[in-house]
């Protein structure tokens, strides 16, 4: 199948880390996102992992990705009011060609003050 | 930096009625998509276009749904009895490369 599963809530206090995990189906996924939603709102691409790295660091935001447990994880540094949001993580399976995106189920992150 | 732009942001429809929703990809794009999300749920994918056609459809996209890209710029999909459990938001999404580019929905209300 292609279900990528998510926990589904996670709340941490303002200041502390996040950690936001992910397990995906397709090992030959070539490329994994995260993107954030906020109520009402579009999808925010956020960072994204190319399958030929472990790791990828951008500001506050550390992506680390296992291939071998198909496990991808969102690490939000010194996490603010305003990323209270519902996090997606997807992949791009190559078994279909066409890049469409296959996104997990969503993590909605609450952070409190 | 060029957007992908959705209208409207937000369509009203009576059951049955058939309904547009429109997409302007950026413009040196080359793949187009449409996903749909249902309220709480997770964002699922529809369709997939590239070169003037349909590349991949999913199970969700039944023969009520059609796509076109009529103009070379604008990218449409349309539903054409819409039921109930139609209303979602729908996202568009272009890409040259890596990663896709969504626009910011059109949410579909169906009455």
């Known amino acids: 199948g292609e279900d990528v599963e998510q926990s589904l809530f996670l709340s941490v206090r303002e200041g502390d880390s996040s950690v936001i995990n992910c397990t995906y189906t397709d090992s030959s996924s070539t490329y994994l996102y995260w993107y954030k939603q906020e109520p009402g709102a579009g999808l925010q691409l956020l960072t994204y992992i190319f399958s030929n790295m472990d790791m990828k660091q951008d500001q506050r935001l550390t992506v680390l990705l296992n291939k071998k447990d198909k496990h991808l994880s969102l690490r939000i540094a010194d996490t603010q009011t305003g990323d209270s949001a519902i996090y997606f993580c997807?992949?791009?399976?190559?078994?279909?060609?066409?890049?469409?995106?296959?996104f997990g189920t969503g993590t909605r992150l609450k952070v409190l003050a | 930096e060029p957007e992908v732009t959705q209208t409207p942001s937000h369509q009203v429809t009576q059951m049955g009625q058939e309904v547009i929703l429109r997409c302007v990809p950026i413009?040196?794009?080359?793949?187009f998509y449409w996903y749909r999300q249902i309220l709480g749920q997770k964002v699922e994918f529809l369709v997939s276009?590239?070169?003037?056609?349909?590349?991949?459809k999913s199970e969700i996209f039944d023969d009520q749904f059609s796509v076109e890209r009529p103009d070379g710029s604008n990218f449409t999909l349309k539903i054409r009895s819409t039921k109930l459990e139609d209303s979602a938001m729908y996202f568009c999404?272009?890409?040259?490369?890596?990663?896709?580019?969504f626009g910011d929905g059109t949410r579909l209300s169906i009455l």
């Open positions: 413009s040196n794009h080359l793949y």
């Open positions: 997807a992949e791009t399976p190559t078994t279909s060609g066409t890049y469409k995106y296959i």
């Open positions: 276009f590239y070169n003037n056609e349909i590349s991949e």
């Open positions: 999404a272009s890409r040259l490369n890596q990663p896709q580019h």
